[in-house]
């Protein structure tokens, strides 16, 4: 691709800064939306160009907007930059590389929705990048395009970054509301859905990161340019985050609608033990595994549902041949142990009893019927859980076991050589490729 | 006990937030009696001081401490080490890399050094794989480990350096499937 959209810093250095920015038409749609545009006009842009959303469920942004109840104010903005699914650093690049793009997008988004204030909700691990974006927001109010009256306006415009203290559930859009408001992450009843009670109980809308930054250059070059990128129903661009076995992991902004293919050969290079691919993960640890057989499919919101997976926050994570698929669905069950909020039972314990079984079957203490008992415990789970973070924890169990069955039965029949991976003796590993990028 | 410069930042905080939502401040008033205290946790004087501060119950502050990783009611090490080994880090080496840095620390993960200089702490993704193996120093990110590099990490620090991210030059690393 000619140049970057989203990681345009990549093509422009210093980018991050204001100057050089505003010198490439920075913060300019932002005035002219304030001064030259009505709300529901930018609205409408943003709905003609069919974005969906970027955090990982792609709703369509201007239709979400339009959710909101008329004549109820105040009304909020609040920013997700919670970004803690396995695999993913796509929001991190841009707030850190690009924050005046994404700063400006939420600014054209804040008046859209008619708000005078945006939460940006970070992650408390983003302290550096948390650092960056008050700096930009610092340099924004300095040049007048936040603060009061603007552009001599009656619109007014406030950001703040509200610093969370990891909690993975905090992502979940409920429970980051929570957590804002100071009580503990846990998600809330819906509906009411946060446009019509949020914040503060006012209508609330919550956007990701790198769909707000997608507002700006679709307000500038408008709906009709934006569609000729991606496809149909998945219109523009998306950053796709390459890790795991792979040659030259990181972030990738490319058309959506590209074959996997094209990512994890032509760019990320392969495995990086030159093996071949055995297993994708396209969204984190939440989303089905699928096996490299689905390498053509297209990455887009509805050819990865056709391919037993769902886009999700497109975070890509490669298995090559010999990667424990076992070992795997392990950590990733790890991981939603570790992050359930506590809530419901069925989630608390049901991740707690399928790490126990998963244990077993990778340390070789375990049997064959464990193989199916971590399916029934995923059955058990599925459904009855009160937020989608229960039925996350299910993919890891299900679709690893029904993809590679047979790796699972082999490793607690100890046909596969048995490596207890948590003891293995450390290897001096040679440092080679240079860092690519940022 | 918040000092008083805490007590300043709290106080400039709360302007963020409406005048009745005084407890959106809580975490931030937690990191704040965090790093007063040369132990870096929340006493439980911190947790009554930030109650009556934030018009909370001291149970509902106390609930949020026990809700975040990052809040802590226990002593920590001066420097809290939050090490990846999720699952993308760990395709590229994290587990292997652990005991790297356990060796040259001392301890196993979960524990803080005798001088009570180091915590260690196994972390969920931190946002950084593609940068494997990672970790965060008291939330500075130090990427692209290697051995040399731990190594010059921790002296620097044992020496009395000053913290800064990405402390030693950066290298990426290819290791041999880990996983294998
Ligand atoms: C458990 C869980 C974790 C989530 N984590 C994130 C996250 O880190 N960042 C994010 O933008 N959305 C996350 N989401 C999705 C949000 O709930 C919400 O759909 C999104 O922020 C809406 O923004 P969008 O429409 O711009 O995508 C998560 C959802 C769930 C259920
Ligand atoms: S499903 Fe899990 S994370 Fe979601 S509310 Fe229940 S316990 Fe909490
Ligand atoms: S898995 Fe280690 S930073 Fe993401």
Redesign the interface.
């Known amino acids: 691709m000619a140049e970057h959209i989203l990681l345009h810093h990549r093509d422009i250095p210093g980018l991050d800064q204001m100057d050089v920015y505003e010198k490439d038409g920075g913060w300019a749609t932002y005035k002219r939306a304030v001064t030259e545009m009505t709300p529901q006009a930018v609205v409408d842009v943003v709905k003609a160009a069919g974005l969906r959303g970027r955090g990982g469920a792609g709703f369509p942004t201007g239709v979400k907007w339009g959710f909101l109840p008329k004549d109820v104010f105040p009304r909020y903005m609040v920013v997700n930059a919670d970004e803690s699914e396995p695999g993913t650093f796509k929001d991190r690049e841009i707030m850190e590389g690009n924050p005046h793009l994404f700063l400006e997008g939420t600014a054209i988004s804040t008046y859209a929705i008619q708000s005078n204030v945006a939460y940006i909700y970070i992650r408390g691990e983003y302290l550096s990048t948390a650092r960056i974006l008050q700096q930009a927001i610092d340099e924004a109010y300095a040049k007048g395009y936040l603060g009061k009256n603007l552009f001599g306006t009656q619109y007014s415009l406030d950001m703040y970054i509200h610093l969370g203290a990891g909690a993975y559930i905090c992502g979940e859009e409920t429970a980051l509301l929570n957590s804002l408001e100071g009580l503990r992450g846990q998600p809330r009843l819906k509906p009411p859905f946060p446009a019509a009670v949020g914040l503060y109980s006012k209508p609330t809308i919550i956007n990701n990161v790198e769909t707000l930054a997608n507002v700006r250059p679709i307000v500038e070059r408008g709906a009709e340019w934006y569609k000729t990128l991606g496809t149909e129903k998945s219109p523009g661009v998306k950053i796709f985050c390459l890790s795991g076995n792979i040659k030259r992991p990181g972030n990738y902004e490319l058309p959506l609608g590209t074959p996997i293919r094209y990512l994890i050969e032509e760019l990320g290079g392969g495995t990086y033990d030159g093996t071949a691919v055995k297993a994708i993960l396209p969204a984190g640890a939440s989303a089905p595994m699928i096996p490299a057989s689905a390498m053509d499919t297209r990455m887009d919101y509805e050819a990865m549902v056709t391919a037993g997976s769902t886009l999700g926050s497109a975070s890509f994570i490669i298995l090559g041949e010999h990667d424990s698929v076992p070992a795997a669905a392990l950590k990733m069950v790890r991981f939603f142990k570790h992050e359930s909020c506590g809530k419901c039972t069925p989630c608390r314990e049901g991740t707690y009893w399928a790490q126990k079984v998963l244990e077993r079957i990778n340390d070789g203490t375990g049997v064959v019927p464990d193989v199916e008992l971590v399916e029934t415990i995923a059955n058990q789970i599925a459904g009855k859980c009160f937020c989608p973070l229960g039925e996350f924890a299910t993919s890891p169990m299900i679709y690893t076991i029904k993809h590679f069955r047979s790796e699972f039965e082999a490793q607690v029949q100890g046909s596969r050589p048995r490596r207890n991976w948590r003891e293995a003796v450390p290897q001096r590993l040679e440092p080679t490729l240079a860092m690519r990028e940022l | 006990m918040l000092s008083e410069t805490s007590r300043l930042l709290l106080t400039e905080r709360l302007k963020?937030y409406?005048p009745d939502?005084?407890?959106?401040?809580?975490?931030?008033a937690?990191?704040l009696a965090q790093e007063d205290n040369p132990d870096h946790y929340i006493s439980q004087q911190d947790v009554r001081d930030i109650a009556d501060l934030?018009d909370?119950d001291a149970t509902?502050v106390q609930?949020?401490i026990g809700?975040?990783?990052?809040?802590y009611e226990q002593p920590m090490g001066k420097y809290v080490i939050?090490y990846c080994n999720?699952?993308?880090c760990?395709?590229?080496?994290a587990?292997?890399?652990l005991?790297?840095l356990e060796?040259k620390l001392g301890i196993s993960h979960g524990e803080t050094t005798p001088d009570g200089l180091f915590t260690l702490e196994e972390?969920?993704?931190?946002?950084?794989?593609?940068r494997?193996p990672c970790m965060?120093i008291n939330?500075?990110?130090q990427e692209?480990l290697?051995?040399d590099k731990v190594d010059r990490i921790i002296d620097m620090l044992r020496a009395g350096e000053p913290l800064r991210?990405n402390m030693a030059d950066?290298?990426?690393?290819?290791?041999?499937?880990?996983?294998?």
Do not use: W
């Open positions: 963020n409406p939502r005084k407890a959106s401040a809580v975490i931030y937690c990191y934030l909370m509902e609930g949020v809700f975040y990783s990052l809040l939050h999720d699952l993308p760990t395709l590229r080496g587990d292997q890399f005991h790297v060796h972390a969920m993704c931190l946002g950084a794989c593609h494997a965060q939330l500075e990110f692209f290697t051995d991210a950066a290298v990426q690393l290819l290791p041999q499937s880990p996983l294998a």
